[in-house]
């Protein structure tokens, strides 16, 4: 079975912490693809001030070189809020059940699973892979997470390519430690960007004057 990584966030913008985390998973379990999901109208996200038609254009220099990596810009296409279980429902629909879908958090979003609409549903069409995203704190699972942990999780890769959905599986990556909230602060600072995100992308910041 193909094994495609969804890798869903708001790309705001896209840094090398988000790429270096999809190659190292997708090279920890030989994934075939990853598809960069950018969410139009986040759920979980106050105010996402710069629009989805930038966030994806950043999204798109930044992986244009990477075989790899692709993007998929469905949520864009679909009106009120992007919930991360209509996305997979639908990629299901498109791809069928002959490939798995492993979907790609770091643990300061897997702590609040829980809180996501649907939340019980969303291995019934995916995996989960998590990282352990540093210079976040440490927080205890919610006894609900813990459960779900405790029920879905592998550590065998082999499990994951033979179920297209249905298995919770942590890589021990070595994530960078850069967000995108560090970086919306550095550029309305004027401080410079420069290696925590591919120079295309801050030509573009630049260009489109976004994050003053
Ligand atoms: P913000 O600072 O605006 O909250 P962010 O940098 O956390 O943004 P998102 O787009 O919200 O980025 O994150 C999308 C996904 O990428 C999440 O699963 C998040 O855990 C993961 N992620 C973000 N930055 C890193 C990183 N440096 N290393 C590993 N995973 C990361």
Redesign the pocket.
Known sequence: MRLVGI??????P?????L??AQALADALTMDEVKFIP?AN?PH?DHVTVAAEHRAAMIKLAIAKNPLFSIDELERNRAGVSYTIDTLISLRQSLGKETALCL???????INLDTWHRWQELLDYAHIIL?Q???KPQQALPNQLQTLMHDHYTENRSELSRNHAGLINMQA?S??????????AHLKHGLSVKHLLPEEVAIYIQQHHLYQ
């Not at 890798?7 to 705001?12: E, I, Q, S, V, Y």
């Not at 896209?14 to 988000?18: K, S």
């Not at 790609?104 to 897997?110: A, E, I, N, Q, R």
């Open positions: 890798f869903g966030g708001t790309f705001n896209i840094h090398y912490g988000h270096h985390m969410s986040p996200k790609m958090m770091g643990s300061d979003v897997f990282v995203r540093p210079g990556i994530a960078l430690d850069i967000s995108a909230t560090q970086i919306r």
